[in-house]
Nanobody
């Protein structure tokens, strides 16, 4: 059974930073790529960053230069460092494999950027 637990979200002012974590079961971390996704209110869930086991990364244009994805294959944990946050980054953030395992979605972690 695949399990994903995201953490690290919260309320932050514009320009602030957060670091999200994703604890994943070994089964999920055995896949080549994992990704971070987000879903804003009334919007679809979108991929914003992904990373291969070897460390190659790809970012959506909306977060490029501000967010950094990382993974620890020993700890089966993924990370998303988010800097220079804006209100447009407000969303629920999820991790999953890429392409996503539709049965593995966790609860996500809420990120709210507001002054």
């Amino acid at each position: 059974q695949v399990q994903l637990v995201e953490s690290g979200g919260g309320l932050v002012q514009p320009g602030g930073s957060l670091r999200l974590s994703c604890a994943a079961s070994l089964t999920l971390f055995s896949v080549d790529s994992m990704g971070w996704y987000r879903q804003a209110p009334g919007q679809q869930r979108d991929l914003i960053a992904r990373i291969t086991r070897g460390g190659s990364t790809i970012y959506a244009d909306s977060v490029k230069g501000r967010f950094t994805i990382d993974r620890d294959n020993v700890k089966n944990t993924g990370y998303l460092q988010m800097n220079n946050l804006t209100p447009e980054d407000t969303a629920v953030y999820y991790c999953n494999a890429y392409p996503p395992n539709e049965r593995a979605w966790g609860q996500g972690t809420q990120v709210t950027v507001s002054s």
